[in-house]
């Protein structure tokens, strides 16, 4: 236990006390759902004076319904759906939404069936090949539409001369389905997280083509994600809350034997309801592409990396902006770093890391090289998000008249 | 429509509540005189509201009220022509979320069920506000202990004592209370 200066009970007896003590707090079944779950089952948020109820949705369109309207407090949530939520974005109105902190980062991948396996579609050349020759659509689904999974595969699939939105079909199926759908046919290919894609490799339904790490590696993924409404309303139990996670993030990494008991944890009928053998290679880092090739990854899915994962970077926020505008989801830039601003609370975060000993890093940005060799660093989204050649912005005109 | 469930605890003036609630287009699901369980009785009734009709509220009203707060909570309205304040606040005290002293108007009752139901939910979030409070450090007291016995038997410090219980619960797929409950009951039967 990693006693804070004050001692725990001064954040329940003082006036730190959390205004609501009871939270519910929804996940999918999903392995980068683990710290919410320790944080919860193992003791980590009863020192801060909150019980964290834990509520398993069945989908991501269910799981932003259910934090929209209030059911849920807070939430393991892709990065993609609270932007979504917060501009407006896919048929619902938009809510002032809050990223309290990252969860995780890596630890999603893109894979392709066994059938275009047979037809020696096993590598990123093969399958351009593929879409280009062939006169069927294949069709992949990801997870939500404006999801990090979409992001990914359309990030991907562009890289390689792919058109997402014209060369291929893409359809969505919530992570615990994608198996079901790969065995009747239905789908070619599939973005998911994991366990899903190591199940699917050991049943020999399909096999991993590439990871989201070897498109960004240390890439932003799920998010602790709430209304703005709730972190004004009950600003204590926000940082209690972040506390409790931060602290069961930094157990996860401690040794070896707490990343094998917290997916033995996973494992079990109401977190992910699967073989742990599904779930611990991949969760320490154990890769096996179902094409003979296996290898220790060196940026496996992780939880807190000194903090490095947890803090909500603007870059970060800002990225899924640039790829909704490059996708012609926003018809305009929206102001980048204002609403980036709005979203990720850093103050919250940073109050919150200090009082349980992560160091908070001071830079609100960080620098990445993504697999096409481009480098965000959040210092020019509008230039970013128009700097594609592969894209779907809605207004073509006056970007091709500047050529 | 509201399920109500009239208590008539009233020799004199039967009927004058039903009348005014019928009068007021409410319907009545279930009627009866004061009944020594009204908990299994609203069980079985399932009443939104439970109006009670009382001349002056007894112990043994008092004792159902609090019954039923108890096992079955419900929003209660209290009808009486008792004046006695000593008595209104036993009553609230007991449960009670409105008491309506004399004047039985039906225009009148529509507000009043709103505002029992009103109070009632307020003091319900209240109660599960304070009842979650009340686990908490229940369940952090265990915990506590269960860690100090650990501490003990395997001469450790309090983090490794907290990291060997985790890792005992995560890879059984429990929680750390049910963890420290066990070593609390194996260390009482060796004693």
Known sequence: MNETSVGPLAWVNGSDAPEKRAINLGFMALSDCASVVVAATQGFAQPYGLTLNLKRQASWANLRDNLVSGELDAAHSLYGLIYAVHLGIGGIAPTDMAVLMGLNQNGQSLNLSQGLQTLGVTGPEALARHVHQSRAKLTFAQTFPTGTHAMWLYYWLASQGIHPLQDVNSVVVPPPQMIAHLQAGR???FCVGEPWAASAVQQDLGFTLATSQSIWPDHPEKVLGCT????EQYPNTARALVMAIV???????????????????LS??????TPETCIEPRFTGDYADGLGNRWQDPHALRFHGNGEVNLPYLSDGMWFMTQFRRWG?????????DVARQVQRLDVYREAASAVGVAPCGSDMRSSQLLDGKVWDGSDPAGYARSFKLHALSDDAPLLAQR | MLRILLINDTAKKVGRLKAALTEAGFEVIDESGLIIDLPARVETVRPDVILIDTESPGRDVMEQVVLVSRDQPRPIVMFTDEHDPGVMRQAIKSGVSAYIVEGIHAQRLQPILDVAMARFESDQALRAQLHA??????ERKRIELAKGLLMKMKDCNEEE???LMRRQAMSRQQKLIQ?????????????
């Open chain 1, 187 to 189: 789908i070619d290919g």
């Open chain 1, 228 to 231: 703005r409404e709730f972190v």
């Open chain 1, 247 to 265: 602290e069961a993030s930094r157990f996860i990494e401690q040794s070896a034997e707490n990343r094998r008991s917290t997916a033995q944890l």
């Open chain 1, 268 to 273: 079990a009928p109401q977190y992910l309801d």
């Open chain 1, 329 to 337: 989801l926003l018809r305009e830039d929206p102001d980048y770093l």
């Open chain 2, 133 to 138: 409070r009340d686990q908490q450090l229940a």
């Open chain 2, 161 to 163: 004592a907290y990291t």
């Open chain 2, 179 to 191: 963890v420290a409950e066990q070593i609390i009951a194996m260390s009482e039967l060796l004693g």
